[in-house]
């Protein structure tokens, strides 16, 4: 019998005890004796039910008591499920361990193999796109496909080492991430098609790369690194809301120049990001991709997410464009989301390729109308609301159907919230 990883037994108060702190997935017991709390101290070990009901004896706790206290854990969703069977040596990854907390079963390992088993493309292996890929190696994406062969730059020395400089991005990117993770694929069957592809520029959105991805339906994320910033997305999921092309349409509407303006962009030096707004941008672009891949809710969607100077992000909403065309393009496709070929759709990422970035601030001539104004920082709302796409779907969040009384309000311990939710045990 276990608890889910990372959590622990807290003794609060005389006849009170709490399994984890963060709201989401702890809970308070209240109404126990001294030998109840003890029983539950105990879980901290590991013990199986044998194990609790010999405490429970010597605590003074019968074993009916002791099984009673086992089933309201278990229906307040802070006992791991029985354990899945697992390679020799292998241990819980961070990963797991996290999505156990959050999951309704508190399956992460279901989770985890779901990942294993998708496949992600990056196109463009700068120092951010090589960022991206190792964010995704180790949050145990199994088969990563990547597209590059201009050379390793000194610029890009950080996830690639100095003796890379001079090789062809593709290769050293290959060998990099093989050497961290032995079980990464970075081949795939021929024919074989990602689940996400993720295209890495600079300056501005290369349509050639990008517009044949809506006709064969595959789900994109642009990265664009701009002058001042790394804009993110939006997520382009064909036929569900705005592309690339949408963006540029927007822009132009603000400024007729845009389109001269996008096309000298696309022979110019590339910019080069600054250490934060790589490892800013990556993270949170892979964290995008993760959620495509688990099924769960984008918190950000329909929206380009910018990482400039300041920590918290600004979100810019976009919409579908009227002349696009492209919700009636996907429409028309046949439904094989996913199924594009990387080779025809990406082609090599150079130096001197496009990316986005206009400018976001005053100036009226780049991105779209931004009523409502853009807000800063990702939503907060306190529960994600969905786990991956396998059958069962998996929710966020301790499961709390059948638990006797659950009380709400936040308690304030030494001027902490806990907010857990709190069951009154029965007598």
Not at 122 to 140: K, Y
């Amino acid at each position: 019998m276990r608890l889910r990883p990372g959590l622990t037994v807290l003794w609060r108060r005389k006849g009170e005890s709490q399994v984890g702190v963060d709201p989401r997935c702890a809970v308070v017991l209240e109404d126990l004796t001294a030998g109840e709390q003890h029983v539950l101290d105990h879980l901290r070990h590991e013990p199986t039910e044998a194990d609790l009901i010999r405490v429970g004896r010597t605590s003074g706790v019968a074993p009916e008591r002791v099984r009673e206290l086992v089933a309201l854990l278990h229906r307040s969703g802070v006992l791991a499920p029985d354990p899945r069977p697992r390679p020799p040596g292998s241990a819980v990854t961070p990963d797991e361990a996290y999505w156990s907390r959050l999951l309704a079963d508190g399956d992460g390992a279901r989770l985890m193999a779901h990942r294993s088993a998708a496949a992600v493309a990056v196109a463009g292996l700068d120092q951010v796109g090589m960022r991206i890929a190792v964010h995704l190696a180790e949050a145990g994406v199994g088969t990563l496909l990547l597209k590059d062969e201009s050379p390793v730059l000194p610029s890009d020395v950080g996830p690639y080492h100095p003796r890379d400089v001079g090789g062809v991005r593709r290769e050293r990117a290959e060998a990099v991430l093989r050497s961290s993770f032995p079980q990464l694929r970075t081949t795939a069957r021929t024919g074989a098609r990602p689940d996400v592809l993720v295209a890495v520029s600079t300056g501005v959105a290369d349509p050639v790369q990008l517009l044949p991805l809506v006709r064969e339906d595959v789900v994109h994320l642009p990265v664009v690194v701009g002058e001042v910033d790394v804009a993110i997305g939006p997520l382009v999921v064909p036929g569900q809301g705005p592309c690339t092309r949408c963006l540029d349409l927007h822009r132009t509407d603000a400024d007729p120049a845009w389109p001269a303006l996008a096309t000298q962009l696309r022979a110019s030096p590339p910019p080069l990001a600054a250490t934060h707004l790589g490892q800013l941008g990556s993270a949170v672009a892979a964290n995008q991709v993760l959620a495509v891949i688990d099924g769960r809710e984008l918190v950000v969607d329909r929206a380009s997410i910018e990482i400039g100077v300041s920590p918290l992000p600004v979100i810019r909403p976009w919409s579908v464009h009227p002349v696009c065309g492209c919700c009636e393009v996907a429409a028309d496709m046949p439904d094989q989301r996913g199924t594009a070929a990387f080779s025809s759709a990406v082609g090599p990422t150079t130096e001197g390729a496009p990316t986005v970035g206009p400018s976001i601030d005053p100036a009226p001539t780049a991105g779209p109308s931004t009523d409502p104004a853009p807000t800063a920082g990702p939503s907060t709302d306190p529960a994600p609301t969905a786990g991956p796409s396998t059958d069962p779907a998996p929710t966020f969040g301790p499961n709390t159907s059948g638990e006797p009384t659950v009380g709400a309000g936040a308690d304030r311990d030494a001027g902490q919230r806990t907010a857990a939710r709190r069951v009154r045990t029965p007598a």
